[in-house]
């Protein structure tokens, strides 16, 4: 049974008269921790990045789910849904409406994804859309592809076509893809013929190595919303001083 995790906004805004500021969004409880959103302007007041936080406690006691005792009814595997809205200085020069954080303690389809992981959703749409989004039966426009020009040409559509969230395009030069163990990955989402998200995913177990990597987005040719602020790199990585685990969309460019 899916569980989803929502909670109310909680600003906890930077002051400090620096060239750059972050903006802290909502906060939810995540395991014994927490997950926080938030957005990096620069001096202009123009986004540079867009993450979540989630704290060293947020990873300890997240519900777990047996593979020797498998929920047949449950198609996501147990998976638990965490919504974060984003801070109004995020949503008025990106794209980006809200973040999901799922945790996925068994992992999902196809295979090489059935492994604890965590999927980050920069989602492009509100709440209240992404609730409307079916199934391949009972909603069609779950199966409309943008056109081409709106996704990194290097992108093929699986036919993974996910109730909530929308079609999911991979990167077909991705490892786990090509016979490599899967530890993190980026992936682009549709619906109705237009981008939906953005997204991270990487596994339990990398996460847990504090890792410090910042990747490239491959980029489309061309954008479907103009005037906004998209990123051209990722991160995940843990920092030691605060004992959080970032998840980030950085580099931003306005198209």
């Not at 779950?142 to 996704?151: D, H, M, N, R, S």
Request: glycine share 6%.
């Amino acid at each position: 049974m899916l569980a989803i995790v929502a909670f109310s906004c909680d600003k906890d805004n930077d002051t400090n008269p620096t060239a750059e500021k972050t903006i802290y969004g909502q906060s939810i409880p995540m395991g014994n921790g927490i997950a926080r959103s938030w957005v990096t302007l620069d001096a202009a007041g123009n986004p540079t990045a867009v993450g979540v936080h989630l704290s060293k406690e947020a990873l300890n006691d997240l519900p777990e789910h047996s593979m020797d005792m498998p929920d047949m009814d449950d198609p996501m595997m147990g998976m638990v849904y965490y919504e974060i809205d984003l801070p109004a200085e995020a949503k008025a020069k990106t794209p980006y409406n809200h973040i999901g954080v799922d945790w996925n303690p068994m992992g999902h389809p196809p295979g090489f994804y059935q492994l604890p992981h965590f999927d980050a959703h920069f989602y492009m749409i509100t709440p209240a859309q992404q609730q409307q989004i079916g199934d391949e039966l009972s909603d069609t426009k779950i199966l409309a592809a943008p056109a081409a020009k709106y996704l990194p040409a290097d992108y093929i559509d699986a036919q993974v076509n996910v109730p909530l969230m929308g079609k999911h395009w991979f990167d077909k030069f991705s490892p786990e893809l090509n016979g490599q163990k899967f530890t993190q990955t980026f992936i682009y989402g549709s619906y109705n013929s237009e981008i939906a998200f953005l997204e991270p995913m990487f596994t339990q177990e990398y996460l847990l190595s504090r890792p410090n990597d910042t990747f490239p987005i491959k980029q489309p040719a061309d954008f479907q919303r103009k005037g906004l602020y998209y990123p051209t790199t990722y991160s995940i990585r843990y920092d030691s001083k605060t004992e959080m685990y970032i998840i980030s969309l950085n580099d931003m460019q306005l198209k």
